[in-house]
């Protein structure tokens, strides 16, 4: 079963993985599997306590459910005490029936080109709530209309990527500056739709530091973030947001995962909105202590703007957020994301 197993792998590396950051090694047996984090390359401001990893695991969990039905194999999971490493344990099923996402797992990409303004709200409401596999509970919809508290919400949460210097540099570490094209471990400028103006400006503050701090105190890079935030906004015809399931990452990391392969393979582009909700989540959750205090205070007063713009009940936590639409022109090849070879993170 070796072999079988490392064909799953293969299909399934192109899981979700912050800034292409691969935080996962895998040790194949016989008939099992480990999962091992790997601290270095998870490292990053939007991962304090690895809340992110432990959604990244349930992305990958859900792959490797999804694609080992093809081989009519089902599998049964210990995630350790860390809720980042685990072991699976692959069993044969007799006519076990092939998930219909199956054929999908590796077209599910993050699209950030603007999407079109039009959208069939019927049609992707049908999708989410009919659908016996995802848990409609936990989904939520929302069809940008411009509406104001929606604008300042995202224009001041997008700031941080901005102006806290730690998640700035954390960002741009992963960013290849002079690989214009598909790269295995971070991301090319294509990657993440920088126009060839901007990667020229991030490229020297990245390389000289205390420009970047000049043009934060000029205020120049909030009027950057704000600009961007708005031109995203002006393309995003409807916002999904996902509430946290049975107080369990890694669960609600499979349910994220579901949805967003299931809405690319019916022709959807999805871009996660990590700022809007992750680092307000880790705040709340004792994780956010590094975070500066002007967002820790802009969170503490919009504690549930989230909640309300979603109808999203008090009892319930947004830990994920999509922004959704249809982009008429195929996705560039230029712009897609490769990973590491499979000999590189097994052994």
């Known amino acids: 079963m070796r072999n079988v197993i490392c064909e799953i792998l293969e299909k399934c590396r192109f899981y979700p993985s912050g800034d292409n950051c691969q935080p996962f090694n895998f040790k194949i047996h016989d008939d099992s599997l480990e999962i091992i984090h790997v601290e270095d390359r998870a490292a990053h401001s939007f991962n304090p306590k690895n809340i992110s990893s432990k959604l990244t695991l349930g992305f990958l969990l ?24 685990a072991t699976i344990n692959f069993f044969p099923v007799k006519n076990l029936i092939t998930d219909p996402l199956s054929p999908y797992v590796k077209n599910r990409i993050t699209d950030r080109r603007l999407y079109d303004t039009e959208l069939n709200w019927q049609h992707l409401k049908n999708l989410i709530y009919n659908n016996n596999a995802l ?92 600009n961007n935030t708005l031109k995203t906004l002006d393309h995003s015809p409807a916002f999904i947001l996902i509430t946290l399931r049975n107080k369990d990452l890694a669960s609600t990391g499979r349910d994220i995962y579901r949805l967003w392969t299931l809405l690319c393979a019916q022709g959807y582009s999805l871009q996660p909105m990590s700022a809007a909700v992750l680092p307000p989540y880790c705040f709340f959750n004792g994780a956010g202590n590094d975070i500066p205090t002007k967002f820790q205070d802009f969170y503490a007063e919009h504690q549930w703007t989230l909640n309300k713009l979603f109808k999203v009940n008090k009892s319930q936590t947004p830990i994920f957020m999509f922004r959704v639409g249809r982009v008429n022109q195929s996705f560039p090849p230029e712009n897609s994301i490769s990973r590491l070879d499979l000999k590189d993170l097994a052994a």
């Open 62 to 85: 859900e792959a490797i459910s999804i694609v080992a039905s093809e081989y009519q194999l089902q599998y049964f999971v210990d995630i350790k005490e860390n809720g980042v490493d």
């Open 135 to 226: 848990q409609p509970k936990n989904i939520y919809l929302l069809k940008n209309e411009q509406q104001t508290e929606l604008k300042d919400y995202l224009i001041e949460a997008d700031k941080i990527v901005w102006l806290w210097s730690q998640a700035f540099f954390d960002i741009t570490k992963m960013i290849k500056f002079n690989e214009q094209s598909i790269v295995k471990l971070g991301l090319s400028p294509k990657n993440i739709g920088l126009k060839p103006s901007d990667v020229l400006a991030t490229k020297i503050m990245v390389r000289f530091r205390p420009l970047y701090y000049i043009l934060k105190t000029l205020g120049f890079l909030s009027v950057v973030s704000k």
